[in-house]
Every structure is written in C-alpha cells, then in structure tokens.
C-alpha cells in the first residue's frame, strides 16, 4: 500500500505558475510510474503528465506539453508538478497517481495507475 499526499494548489492569474508536489508514504520500485491526472467540474478524469521513478522517462498530454513539467526526486519519494503559462481550462482538481512495480497497460490511462492521493484544487482565473 502507497498513501500519496498532494500539496500546492491554489488559485492564479492566467499567464501564472504553480509546483505541485506529491509526497509518497515509502519508498518506490524503479520500475513504478508517478502520474498526474486532473478532473474538472462535469468532464472526466484526464491524464496530464507521467515520469518513470528509475530512469526518469516524461510523457505529457498534448494539451501541457511545453507549459508543465514533471519531475521527481528519488531520495524524497517526491514529485513534482511545475505548471506555468497557465490557462483557465487548466482549473480542475489535480489528482497525482503511481502504478504497481509489476503495472501493465498504457501509461495515458487512468485504470493503469494503483494508488491516488486525495487531489489538490487548481484555479486559474482569466
């Protein structure tokens, strides 16, 4: 069992920048895979960003790629979210994810992904 914990929400001007971290409760696999998703009010629950913890591989949805970018740090059991340029179709509640060590499937995919944490709300005001 992994208890993800989300922080660094908030509310921004379009055009601004949040870091939203995810802190794991003990240590991963190499093999493991942290996620982001994000759920606005009505729409469902939608990948956004993915890094492998062993190598460090990123995969971004297309509609962040180039404005958000995924990070972790191992030795923290962390990662992180740096959003910037952000757009009010940005807002929804943040949701960060990590598969089992032994996961199979894609990683664009929410039923791939095990453990989540709580999620955290983002609202970007125009």
């Known amino acids: 069992q992994v208890h993800l914990i989300e922080s660094g929400g908030g509310l921004v001007q379009a055009g601004g920048s949040l870091r939203l971290s995810c802190a794991a409760s003990?240590?991963?696999?190499?093999?493991?895979?942290m996620g982001w998703f994000r759920q606005a009010p009505g729409k469902e629950r939608e990948f956004v960003a993915a890094?492998?913890?062993?190598?460090?591989?990123?995969y971004y949805a297309d509609s962040v790629k180039g404005r958000f970018t995924i990070s972790r740090d191992n030795a923290k059991n962390t990662a992180y979210l740096q959003m910037d340029n952000l757009k009010p179709e940005d807002t929804a509640v943040y949701y960060c994810t990590t598969t089992r060590a032994d996961y199979g499937g894609s990683l664009y995919c929410r039923s791939t992904y095990t453990y989540w944490g709580q999620g955290t709300q983002v609202t970007v005001s125009s």
């Open positions: 890094i492998t913890w062993g190598i460090g591989n990123t």
């Open positions: 003990r240590p991963t696999f190499r093999s493991q895979v």
